[in-house]
């Protein structure tokens, strides 16, 4: 007996031990107090999305299944790299929940999930197909708008854009984009130098005549109305266009119209640039002319960042390398475009160009727009380590819980369980005397299990968490009741202490397995099933259930051998 008891001592101590250290602070490598216990969404604040894949402009052969895993992959990826420390990412249907807690900067956060991170790098074209085609897509835009709509703005006299510059031969050159090899490939011109070369004539002879078309000549006639031609000034390069920013979403608009999309060229893609480009007074928005085949794609891609910052002129740059397959395609797509300028597209958005000066290989850099901090190159060497999303994400549900909040349910929560475990307390000793101190020693001993293997298992300790943790006290207090009273019939029918304690066990343990299978069963199912805040409360008594049963059969037990051993065989017991 002497043995028994022995062993199991020292199982029930090196639980204790080892649940004991599982819950002291570590810290990480940069030396941060990391606490034993994850603090969920709703106790330490932070932000909950729900996204849904936007199918509306997919293929209608297109798989929605792969797509949402891939989009939930992608996603997971992103906010691993971003740094949350226990995030939940889950799918629930089409949907993709997204819990961050403890996030310091939602708004960031919530960028980096949206962001499709779809990146082409495409040869940004002379625009001479583009203004052939202008004068169709003017008329395309009178029949689709009518021409009473479009008289204010067709007939708008504006300001050349090109004499308020000074010229395209004195233009400053205002987003470069540094693409240089290890091979010394080169690139021009850099922040400050002249462009590169002015327009030619034949471009300037048509955007100028659409100008003059645009511009309200006596005699005009509904049908000669130049909308388009009107809004559009010469930019910077040849390919450029610009736009003043007020006008962009009228622009926007008539460029969506399903009657100008239809007389655009197929070999061009008309893409919008990310900076505003000051000049007179007034802010511009460049529209680049593409080649609608770019030289490669994102998917191409083998690895990005980190982020860093140009030793010449300051600019933040992202590194990337490509794919061998990615690498043969862009060195065959720059040889034929010495010289051309090469458009770097990000999300349909022209994030910088730069000249090819030479043939470029497997490793570059992007060189983000002027003004753009080193914080948004990070982002985007993220996004682009992490690999686009399949299709874009739209966030049909958003929430934000504030530490206050996390404060005031900790505290409560806190108190809630210390008034329940001293009301435990007092009861059991009161009501069972002797018999109900083991039960106590045995629920501190529920506790220090309970608690160290949450922080064992890395679980999220949630507000419903804490819940399930009350709850499963009480069902540990409520197996030594059955226990207790067991014992309590045993020794009303005259047996003898040690064997009313052994057939008071044996009579209560089908009880107790019922009643704590049954609850297992159900956390198990919630957990399953559940999400966010109910797979907290699932985790929470699923543990405390285990906890639980263990300490009232075998903490319990052997306190009692332990109790039974220094006392005569024919005293009574305490209970």
Known sequence: MFSTVRWRVIWITLLVLLCGWALVPKEDADGNRIPPLQLGLDLQGGMHLAVEVDD??????????????????TIR????????????????????????AGVQDPERAKEIVNRTAFMEFKVV??????????????RAIVNAVGADQLRPTALETQVDLGEVLGGRDTAPQAVPADTTLPDSAAVDPPPGAPAAAPDPPAAQDSAAAGRDSAAGAPGQQDGELRPLSALLRPGRIEGEFLVATQDRPTVESWLALPEVTAVIPNDITLHWGVEDVPAGGSTFVPLYVLDAEPLITGEELQDAGPANRDPTFNQPIVPFETTRRG????????????????????????????????ILSRNAQIELAPGASFQEAQDLALVLRAGALPMPIRIVEERTVGASLGEDSIR??????????????????GYYRFAGVLAVGALVVYVILLLGGLAGLQATLTLPGIAGLILSVGMAVDANVLIFERIREELDAGKT????????????????????????????ILFQFGTGPVRGFAVTLCIGILASFFAALYVT???????????????????
């Open 56 to 73: 509306s402009q997919a293929p209608p052969d297109a798989d929605l299944e792969d797509a949402v895993e891939r989009t939930l992959t």
């Open 327 to 358: 690498a043969r395609l862009f060195e065959r797509g720059t040889a034929r475009h010495v010289g051309d300028n090469m458009a770097i597209v990000l999300d349909n958005r022209v994030q910088s160009y730069a000249v090819i000066r030479g």
């Open 412 to 429: 409560q929560g806190r108190m809630a369980f210390l008034i329940g475990i001293v009301a435990v307390v007092l009861l059991m000793i």
């Open 497 to 524: 202490p040690r064997t009313a304690v052994d057939a008071g066990f044996a009579n209560a343990l089908s009880a107790i397995v019922d009643a704590n299978l049954t609850t297992l069963i159900t956390g198990i």
């Open 125 to 138: 074209t002379d625009g001479t197909s583009f203004l052939n085609a202008l004068e169709r897509i003017d």
């Open 557 to 575: 037990r052997t306190f009692f051998m332990i109790y039974l051993n220094r006392r005569a065989s024919s005293e009574s017991v305490s209970i």
């Open 77 to 100: 990826n992103r906010i691993d790299q971003f740094g949350v420390r226990e995030p939940n990412i889950q799918r629930a249907g089409d949907r993709i929940i997204v819990e961050l």
